[in-house]
């Protein structure tokens, strides 16, 4: 299967611990992106990468949350200190590169702090 | 600031036709998306529309008027299997893209 891949599929942690989430994208494609989405709401955008640059964060996003992607190929997302309302699911997305009309999402990564 | 608007739910009979709205009001227009949700399955792409004017792919039809920052999907002999959320999303000027909170489309038989 040559789709967008995501690390876990699912996680159950206690409140206060860190989680880390990994995804790899399609080969080639130069775009990454991470959401996160809660049930009856559309994807909330938390962060993009153009290869190995993060291009932009969202503001929502506190200091707990930091992506990387250091070869510009996978990506990870850690959650510090994990709090209850950070229970979602969280899908990555890749594209071609920035001209590219088309996302290509992830199974996501569905997160429960309990 | 940053604004997409869609209906919460919908509901239409199994062969029928049923047109989802979305109106928009971002920060700089690079395109407009429809994705496809299933529940507890990732978005799958639709369509995109970048031009003004009407998108036809199959059964699914995409229009887009930039000047009204409107949006609408169109969905044609509808199936059991097109019970789903329906997503609008816009790029904007810097390439993120930002979703609605998704129409749920329910189909009766």
């Known amino acids: 299967d040559t789709g967008v891949s995501q690390d876990p599929r699912h996680k159950i942690t206690k409140r206060g611990q860190n989680v880390t989430f990994r995804c790899d994208p399609i080969s080639e494609h130069n775009r990454l992106y991470w959401y996160r989405q809660t049930l009856g709401q559309g994807p909330e955008f938390l962060t993009y990468?153009?290869?190995?640059?993060?291009?932009?964060k969202s503001r929502l996003l506190s200091d707990r949350f930091s992506a990387e992607r250091p070869k510009g190929s996978f990506s990870t997302l850690e959650i510090q200190r994990t709090e209850q309302g950070d229970s979602a699911m969280y899908l990555c997305?890749?594209?071609?590169?920035?001209?590219?009309?088309?996302?290509?999402f992830g199974p996501g990564t569905r997160l429960t702090v309990l | 600031g940053q604004n997409i608007d869609q209906p919460t739910e919908m509901t239409a009979t199994e062969g029928a036709i049923v047109q989802i709205n979305c109106t928009y009001q971002t920060s700089g227009f690079n395109g407009l998306f429809w994705y496809q949700q299933h529940a507890g399955e990732a978005p799958t792409f639709l369509s995109y529309?970048?031009?003004?004017g009407l998108e036809e792919k199959g059964r699914f039809s995409s229009f887009l008027s930039r000047s009204k920052g409107y949006s609408y999907l169109l969905l044609k002999e509808l199936q059991m299997k097109d019970s789903a959320s329906y997503l609008c999303?816009?790029?904007?000027?810097?390439?993120?893209?930002?979703f609605g909170k998704g129409t749920r489309l329910h189909i009766l038989p």
């Open positions: 529309n970048v031009l003004d």
């Open positions: 999303a816009v790029k904007e000027r810097d390439d993120k893209i930002i």
């Open positions: 990468f153009q290869n190995e640059a993060q291009l932009e």
């Open positions: 997305a890749s594209s071609l590169d920035w001209a590219a009309n088309e996302q290509f």
